[in-house]
């Protein structure tokens, strides 16, 4: 089964090789590799543009076009496979993606071509609930502004917001899947009672590991001492946080985001940043990324801003390549994946 593998600036061709061999053994394949131009500041930029635009929105590389002729199988992560790319892997039965959204992935042409499109879930569900509990400590203990200060020659002691700690407080999600239950076994040692709005997580799912559903959104913002968001964007999560739920959070409040920014209206929440309504932010997504030099965010003293980096340690390359893996041996196994994303319209279900 001739399989290509993309590599890219986050997750390297060779994890992916190593993991192919180590579960289907040596003399699978042939498999061949590829890699993105650019560094992972480029990737990360087209991959934005195609979260946007889609994935025919960004042109793919020449070397990918080449390497794709022939192949049945395309194994990657953040390369763009729209159009030009199907049409040149004319042998191509399934594209195994290391994440869970394929906004670089044009599913339906690919569907029209027989090729099955396969995402995975839970790679990187640590690494962000560790993100996540890294900004509440960052937002609550200024850690970050007192680093700016020393580094620039200051000692500063006063700072906006609340001086809180994390044990004993209220945690509210705003949906709960793989990132809310490492979510809450690492935030189980600080004590916190913890809150969930997910109209499609039942009772029981979340009482294993602790958490309370609750019955709409804005309880989750009325009640939390700490609101963070797991949602993933689609049209119903579009902008669905606004300022009628800025205006229920407690004024000691903080809101994480390291889901996707295009679920909160970037607007409003700036709006009660700017004005000291809530405590502060600590945010990894923005709507134009990387943040333009005047951006208004870079003027907040009450937010802590990461780059986008959620999911990108060496653990979850590693589990992502090998969750890819384990949907191409399904797939060499019995003709099909039974999680692919179209696997319903091509009769793999």
């Known amino acids: 089964m001739h399989t290509l593998v993309v590599g890219d600036g986050f997750i390297p061709a060779d994890p992916y090789v190593s993991a192919l061999r180590e579960r289907l053994g040596p003399d699978f394949g042939p498999v061949r590799t590829v890699d993105l131009p650019g560094d992972k500041k480029d990737q990360h930029e087209w991959q934005q543009i195609m979260e946007a635009r889609g994935p025919n929105a960004v042109e793919p590389a020449p070397a990918l076009l080449s390497a794709v002729a022939g192949a049945e199988v395309l194994c990657a992560h953040f390369a763009p496979v729209g159009e030009k790319v199907l049409a040149a892997g004319d042998a191509l039965r ?53 680093d700016a200060s020393v580094r620039s020659g200051g000692w500063r002691k006063d700072f906006p917001g609340a001086r809180i700690e994390i044990a004993g407080r209220t945690v509210g999600m705003v949906g709960f899947g793989h990132v809310g239950a490492q979510f809450a076994r690492r935030l189980a040692g600080f004590g916190c009672r913890l809150i969930a709005y997910d109209p499609y ?20 913002f009325a009640s939390s001492d700490f609101v963070v968001v797991q949602a993933r964007h689609t049209p119903e999560t579009d902008t669905f946080i606004g300022a009628a739920q800025f205006a229920l959070m407690k004024p000691h409040a903080y809101f994480i ?45 009450n937010t802590t801003l990461t780059t986008h980096f959620g999911g990108d340690t060496e653990e979850t390359n590693l589990t992502s390549a090998r969750l890819v893996v384990e949907a191409v041996a399904e797939y060499a196994a019995t003709g099909r994946v039974a999680s692919g994303a179209n696997a319903k319209a091509l009769g793999w279900t």
């Open 201 to 220: 997580t039942s009772p029981a799912a979340l009482a294993e590991h602790g958490v309370e559903q609750v019955s709409t959104l804005d309880e989750v």
């Open 257 to 301: 985001n390291v889901a996707r920014s295009r679920v909160v209206d970037t607007d409003a929440l700036h709006g009660v940043l700017a004005a000291g309504r809530i405590a502060g932010a600590g945010l990894d997504v923005f709507d134009a990324e990387p943040l333009p030099a005047d951006s208004p965010w870079r003027g907040l003293d």
């Open 94 to 146: 399934l594209i195994a993606v290391a994440r869970t959204g394929l906004e670089n992935v044009d599913v339906d042409a690919a569907t029209a071509r027989g090729v099955g499109v396969v995402p995975v879930y839970g790679r990187n569900a640590g690494a962000v609930a560790e993100l996540q509990i890294g900004l509440m400590l960052a937002e609550a203990r200024n850690i970050a502004r007192a």
